[in-house]
C-alpha cells in the first residue's frame, strides 16, 4: 500500500519526507490557504523538488478549463511522471480525466462520495479514485463500506486504478485501509507519527535500553563531578553546608584517613532536629550519630554491580571509590533514571 503524506506545512513535509519511504504529498488548496501560502506556483515548483510524487489540485469548471489549468502548471517545469493532478468528481472532471490520462497525464478523481462516483472516475482512467472516509462518516455513512466496494471493483473488473483512502482522522484509519486492502492512503503527519507507537513497544525498548546500560556502563560514567564528604570531627552544621555546596541528599561520612564510615541525609537531619532540637547541629558528628559502615563500589565496576547491591539491600545510596578513596556516591535513583 502506498503511503502519501496530506500536508502543506513546509516544515513537516520535509521532517516527514526523511522517513524516506513515504509515496508522495497530497495537498490542496485549503491547506496551503491555511498555513498563509499565497504564491501556490512557487509553492507547488518547491514542493515538486521535495517529494517523489506531488498531487495537486486541477480545478476548472469544464473539461477544457481542467485541462488548460493542468497544463498550465504542467508548464512550470513539473516532472509529468512525478505528477497527479487532483480532479473533482463531476462530467466535466471525468471528461478531462479521460483527455488527460489519454495524453499520459496522471489524475485523482476525488472528493468520491459513492460508488457510482468511483465507477465513472475507474472509466475514464484515472490513476487515483480518492473517496473521504472522515467527512463520509461525519455524515453517518458506512464509509469503510464504500472503500471496500471501489477496492472490489478494481480487483474485478480489472481497473487500472488505485483506491485511495482520505480524510484520516485517526490511527484506526490505517489500520481500516490496510484491512479493507486500499492499495493507497494519504494522511496527516501527526497520524503518522503515531503508526510506530505503542505502549508495550516503548516498555520493552526502555527494558532493553536499561539492561544494556548495566551491562556496559561503569559507575564512573553516571557519577556527577561534586564529591560530598564530611570528616566525622565536623559539626553537623559544617556536614550541612557540604550538603547544600554540592546539592545532595546526603553527604559520605569518612574517618581521619579517609575511608568512609557511614551517611548522613537530610532524612537524619529532620530526625536530629525532631528528637534534639535546633541546637544540635552544633555538635560533631561522630558525638551525635553512631555511623554504620556503608555500602562501597569501585567506581570501574559496572552498573550492573551496582544495582545488585540496591536490589538486595534495603538501602539507597552506595559509595564509590577510587583506590580506596571515595571519589563519589551512587543514589538509587541514578539506576531508575536510566530507565528514563
Known sequence: MELYLDSANMEEIKEAF???????????PTFMHRHGITDIDATIVELSKIVPVLQIEALGSTADEIISEVRRQDALGLDK??????????????????????????????LVYTLQQ???????????????????????QD???LIQ????????YGYDTKIMFSSVRNIEHIRNALNIGAHTITAPWKIIQQMTKNNLTDLGTQQ??????????????????????????????????????????????????????????????????????????????????????????????????????FQQYPINSIVVTSNNKVVGMIHIQDILGLER
Not at 530526625?271 to 567506581?299: C, H, M, Y
Open 81 to 110: 511522471n512525478r505528477t497527479v493532478y487532483k480532479i473533482p468528481i463531476s462530467l466535466e472532471g471525468v471528461r478531462a480525466c479521460k483527455k488527460l490520462t489519454d495524453d499520459g497525464f496522471k489524475v485523482n478523481i476525488h
Open 208 to 309: 532493553f535500553v536499561e539492561h544494556t546500560r548495566l551491562m556496559t556502563y561503569k559507575v564512573k560514567d553516571i557519577i556527577g563531578n561534586q564529591n560530598p564528604i564530611s570528616n566525622v570531627e565536623n559539626t553537623i552544621s559544617e556536614c550541612l553546608v557540604t550538603m547544600t555546596v554540592g546539592k545532595f541528599g546526603a553527604v559520605t561520612i569518612v574517618n581521619e584517613n579517609g575511608e568512609p564510615i557511614g551517611f548522613f541525609t537530610d532524612g537524619d537531619l529532620r530526625r536530629l532536629i525532631a528528637n534534639k532540637g535546633a541546637d544540635a547541629v552544633n555538635q560533631k558528628i561522630k558525638d551525635v550519630f553512631t555511623l554504620k559502615k556503608p555500602f562501597s563500589i569501585d567506581e570501574n565496576e559496572l552498573l550492573f554491580e551496582a544495582n545488585k547491591i
Open 118 to 140: 468511483a465507477y465513472m472516475a475507474m472509466a475514464a482512467g484515472a490513476t487515483y479514485v480518492c473517496p473521504l472516509v472522515g467527512r463520509l462518516q461525519d455524515q453517518g
Open 18 to 28: 526523511e522517513l524516506g519511504f513515504l509515496s508522495g504529498l497530497t495537498t490542496t
Open 149 to 156: 466496494q471501489c477496492v472490489d471493483a478494481v480487483n474485478y
Open 143 to 145: 464509509a469503510l463500506s
